[in-house]
């Protein structure tokens, strides 16, 4: 076979094996899996920002719960005496009340009461008063109150019974004689010291001729008030010591020619004695009646009202050094 007619044959097989070839070592084409298009959401519409909405405020006077909607029902005992409450400027208070009223805002209670009220939201119209004996406002039971104001000592025992608001005031020790007697004219507590004191056994009273004044004669010791009383009547002590509530109480109904001669300054520690507002136990307006007890003191309030009915118009002025 000529050179020729070999690369003839040659050609066409060559051309037969490289398709082969080629056919074996590509892969085949596979198409790509098509990924399903999506409809097209249109875009969320953004919606306009809202304040969360503010926790309601449960001493708001809307939220508050009270006998009578709307209105601050509060009580204290008859007769209303100064200078917790105050007469009218002319005649007689209305009734039922006896000596003071309490409905005109004057007097260290009624004062401090429509401060209190105006801080729960409550206009002095919104107010009413009703005669409750002191002894019935710490008695367990239904009120015929919101709130009771008059005087009320904290005690564990009556706070077992109702409920009792932190103090609004810190009972003073204050001094008692008779009008005409040297120490009526005491401007401090140095001018105490060289008169001789009476007083209840194993009181604060007691503690405070023997601690605060010191003074250089024997003190007098009683078993009870109304002998301490009889006492100074009968001239055998220049002056007693009591609280500033029983002071007021000798100086108007007791001794008519008696004066206080001045208070010591009040102690406010967690074992002072102090009034206390009464509520029903367990009423939804203990904490928001503390609330507006303590805003009264931040504001100064609380101290303005006691200087003013409880020293300066009472005639109670406190003992300096």
């Not at 209670?109 to 119209?125: Q, R």
């Not at 004044?213 to 009383?229: F, H, K």
């Not at 307006?285 to 507006?292: D, I, M, P, Q, R």
């Amino acid at each position: 076979m000529n050179r020729s007619r070999l690369r003839f044959l040659t050609l066409p097989l060559v051309a037969i094996m490289l398709a082969a070839c080629t056919s074996a070592a590509a892969s085949p084409t596979v198409a790509p899996t098509a990924t399903p298009t999506a409809t097209p959401t249109a875009p969320a519409t953004t919606a306009a920002s809202v304040a969360p909405s503010p926790t309601p405020n449960a001493c708001d006077k809307a939220n508050l719960t009270t006998l009578a909607a709307g209105k601050l029902a509060i009580g204290t005992d008859n007769p209303a005496y100064p200078p917790y409450f105050a007469p009218p400027a002319t005649g007689d208070a209305p009734k039922p009340w006896t000596l003071g009223d309490p409905n005109n805002g004057q007097g260290f209670e009624s004062a401090t009461a429509y401060a209190v009220a105006a801080k729960l939201g409550y206009a002095n119209t919104d107010v009413t008063w009703t005669v409750v004996p002191f002894d019935n406002s710490f008695k367990p039971g239904v009120k015929a109150f919101d709130l009771y104001v008059a005087q009320v000592s904290y005690s564990t025992d009556r706070a077992a019974a109702v409920d009792m608001s932190d103090g609004y005031y810190f009972v003073a020790q204050a001094v008692v004689s008779l009008k005409t007697n040297a120490i009526a004219g005491a401007k401090s507590i140095a001018d105490l010291k060289k008169f001789k004191f009476g007083a209840q056994q194993a009181t604060t009273a007691y503690d405070t001729i023997q601690n605060v004044i010191a003074p250089t004669t024997r003190t007098s010791v009683y078993n009870s008030n109304d002998l301490a009383i009889q006492a100074l009547k009968a001239k055998q002590v220049d002056g007693l010591v009591v609280d500033l509530p029983t002071a007021f109480y000798i100086t108007s109904a007791q001794l008519p020619d008696s004066v206080i001669v001045g208070q010591f300054p009040v102690a406010s520690g967690a074992n002072a004695e102090h009034f206390s507002i009464v509520l029903g136990k367990g009423s939804s307006l203990t904490s928001c009646v503390n609330g507006a007890i303590a805003a009264l003191k931040v504001d100064g309030s609380l101290a303005n009202m006691t200087k003013e009915w409880l020293s300066d118009k009472a005639s109670a002025p406190v003992f300096g050094q």
